[in-house]
């Protein structure tokens, strides 16, 4: 099975387990699925033993998204580090499908383990393997079964579902598809099915009554499919008990898209009706769609992250155009400040040539920060800014692009940051891009005040760590020597310097403030790099971070760094975590357990 090699039955866990359950020291008990088995914080006085069916780890952080740590799987013990550190739990667990396990006391443990050391061996392999796979920012299990279900009428599954195998065949794994076919099958069928699989798709139809039940109830992580052309149902026909996956935000919606259409529309109601985790669009004829989706079941897509840097963020422009010309998939995009305007730029769909033309436009051109105002809330209206991104990104809707993007702004208010996922590309933007005292900040529906992203969180790397299993390309343009004495003199004659045009970039306090946003403390610095598996830091410290003219050496710049870090890989960016298969030689599963 994919992810950590399967406990067999003679282990000697199981064989603990099971003499101490014929003793009556060892306890069973069915958990339904969406209930929880243990809390954060909660004390470690027992270990637990999966049997049967699905568990998942999370964790969960004030103001933030639940982070899904991975899958545990049956035979698998849960609970066994807090045990043997005597520490409270630092997860929260919760059954994914209805489940059985057994409970062994803590002191039972102990002298247990304590008359046969081959028990303690065995944990201690489990949990290092478990640390090396947090370590190189895997999952300690990833989620390998996956279940589609329809929402409304998107039309027959099977055929959609079965092209998506394909891809992932193509991949090197195995894969089956299973439909309703399997409904009357006993709860062992399903096991051995699952685990002489790398990855299992179940599939119902939009009749398939019961069996859209059990789908839901079966697996990891669930996908539902609706006609992205329609509005959604007004009402929909779900389970009788909803999925416990909806409630971990293990849910995700995929729009079946017209080949012919720029762009998607209307997608926000989709996501008010199914209240999904992400959203995906896909055109059933277009190969790199189907790609993208079996990426993101693998482990194998690339999520890209660009930093907040003022006029050196152009650098994000060459790494973009980079990666591309190396043939990198982009299947998650996320950024802050001027990144984020380079990001939903790439999930606009801009080619390398539109990308020149708008950001040349829009910045380079003219400067965007030369509408002075009487510094009352900043030292520019802010208008020009606002206009020439309503005039990039019109009316589309976050919803609406065709890759899952984020951007981040600072909420003032709360003093957290604010994750924008939903709602016009346009007013995000404005709000990741809103520096203190340059542009004024923005509001949201909440009366909430929000400014420059990069105050709080200037390159999100966990974030889109946390968001999708694949590996993360980040690019951060704040590194190295970026201010000097020099870039904040007073001019020597106000008079030459307003002459001169220098006025335009503003004046030497708009350095100050655009450097102060960007500065990251070094933990948060640190975590955030940490999440990438390709980083690239390129040299733009010769490029004053308010002179937007310097568009073509930036870029230079970007894409030298990205191909320089390209090239250093030993493998395509999208194999960096790759998992194990059933099929890999084993010559190539050593390979990869090495590397990890």
């Known amino acids: 099975m994919v992810g950590l090699p399967e406990i067999p039955d003679d282990s000697a866990l199981a064989r603990l387990f099971s003499q101490e359950r014929a003793q009556g020291e060892a306890t069973w008990f069915s958990l339904p699925g969406g209930q929880t088995l243990y809390n954060a914080g909660d004390p470690s006085d027992q270990l637990f033993f999966l049997r049967t069916g699905r568990l998942g780890a999370f964790r969960r952080e004030p103001g933030q998204e639940p982070q899904f740590l991975g899958v545990i799987r049956p035979g698998e013990p849960a609970g066994e580090m807090a045990l043997i550190a005597g520490a409270p739990h630092s997860a929260e667990v919760v059954a994914l499908r209805d489940s059985e396990l057994f409970a062994l006391p803590r002191d039972v443990f102990f002298e247990a383990a304590e008359a046969d050391a081959s028990v303690m061996v065995e944990l201690a392999r489990l949990m290092i393997l478990r640390t090396r796979q947090a370590t190189r920012r895997g999952t300690m299990g990833e989620p390998s079964v996956f279940g589609f279900t329809p929402m409304g009428q998107p039309g027959p599954l099977r055929a959609l579902v079965e092209r998506i195998a394909l ?15 399997a409904q009357n099958a006993p709860t062992e069928w399903f096991s051995e099915v699952e685990r ?44 009788p008990t909803p999925s416990p996956l909806q409630a971990q935000q293990l849910v995700d919606l995929i729009l079946l898209q017209p080949s012919d259409i720029m762009r998607p529309s209307g997608s926000a109601a989709w ?73 939903a730029g790439v999930a606009m769909g801009w080619n390398d040539t539109e990308m020149d033309r708008r950001i040349h436009e829009a910045f380079v051109n003219t400067s965007p920060l030369d509408d002075i105002a009487l510094p009352l809330l900043a030292m520019t209206h802010g208008v020009k800014v606002s206009e020439r991104l309503a005039h990039h990104f019109g009316e589309t809707a976050i919803e609406d692009l065709w890759l899952p993007f984020f951007c981040l702004s600072s909420n003032l208010t709360t003093g957290a940051y604010h994750l924008h996922k939903r709602g016009l590309v346009r007013k995000a933007l404005r709000a990741s891009i809103s520096l203190p005292g340059i542009l004024p900040p923005a509001t949201d529906e909440n009366n909430n005040v929000l400014v420059d992203g990069a105050v709080l969180k200037n390159f999100p790397a966990d974030i889109m760590h946390a968001s999708q299993l694949g590996p993360v390309v980040g690019v951060d343009v704040t590194s190295g020597r970026s201010i000097t004495a020099d870039d904040v003199a007073r001019p020597a004659s106000v008079w030459r310097w307003l002459w001169s045009g220098q006025w335009r970039k503003g004046p030497p306090i708009v350095s100050v403030l655009m450097r102060a946003a960007t500065v990251s403390t070094g933990p948060d610095l640190a975590a955030a790099r940490a999440a990438t598996d390709v980083l690239v830091l390129p040299d733009v410290t010769k490029i004053e971070i308010r002179d937007w003219s310097a568009y073509d050496p930036a870029v230079a710049e970007g894409y030298r760094a990205m191909i320089e870090a390209l090239d250093k890989l030993d493998r395509p960016v999208e194999d960096l975590r790759r998992r194990r298969s059933l099929q890999d030689p084993p010559q190539a599963k050593a390979l990869l357990a090495s590397a990890g």
């Open 271 to 343: 996501m008010d009706a199914a209240q999904p985790a992400r959203l995906f669009h896909l055109r059933r004829d277009q190969a790199p769609d189907l790609q993208r989706i079996a990426r993101v079941l693998t482990g194998q897509s690339v999520g890209l992250v660009l930093s907040g840097g003022g006029a050196r963020a152009y650098a994000h422009v060459g790494a973009v155009r980079a990666l591309r010309e190396r043939g990198v998939p982009i299947d998650f995009v996320g950024g802050v400040s001027m990144g984020a305007i380079i990001g």
């Open 196 to 239: 002489s699989h790398d990855f299992v798709l179940y599939l119902a139809e939009s009749t398939d009554g019961n069996w859209r039940y059990t789908v839901s109830r079966q697996v990891d992580r669930l996908f539902r499919v609706g006609r992205g052309d329609r509005k959604p149902p007004l009402t929909d026909a779900e389970p």
């Open 167 to 181: 891809e992932i065949g193509k991949l090197g794994y195995s894969v089956t598809c299973i439909g309703s076919e």
